[in-house]
């Protein structure tokens, strides 16, 4: 399972060394339940490569705009 972070501990997150996956979703969208297996899997074969977080866009809002996902 992909780690979950939010504002409290995004700037911890983003302050360890090396690349940072942040995957933004939503309790609602479909695509997002359907891409979380697949994220999980890569995330899992590669974690020489980078470290996935998943950021729940309801409990963190205003993340998307302080970080311009878009």
Not at 18 to 35: I, M, N, Q, T, Y
């Amino acid at each position: 399972m992909i780690p979950t972070i939010d504002n409290n501990t995004l700037n911890d997150t983003l302050s360890l060394s090396g690349p940072v996956l942040l995957d933004f979703w939503h309790e609602a969208c479909a695509s997002c339940r359907a891409l979380e297996p697949r994220m999980e899997r890569f995330a899992r074969e590669h974690p020489d490569v980078f470290r996935a977080y998943g950021i729940d866009a309801d409990a963190s809002i205003g993340l998307a705009d302080r970080l311009t996902v878009g």
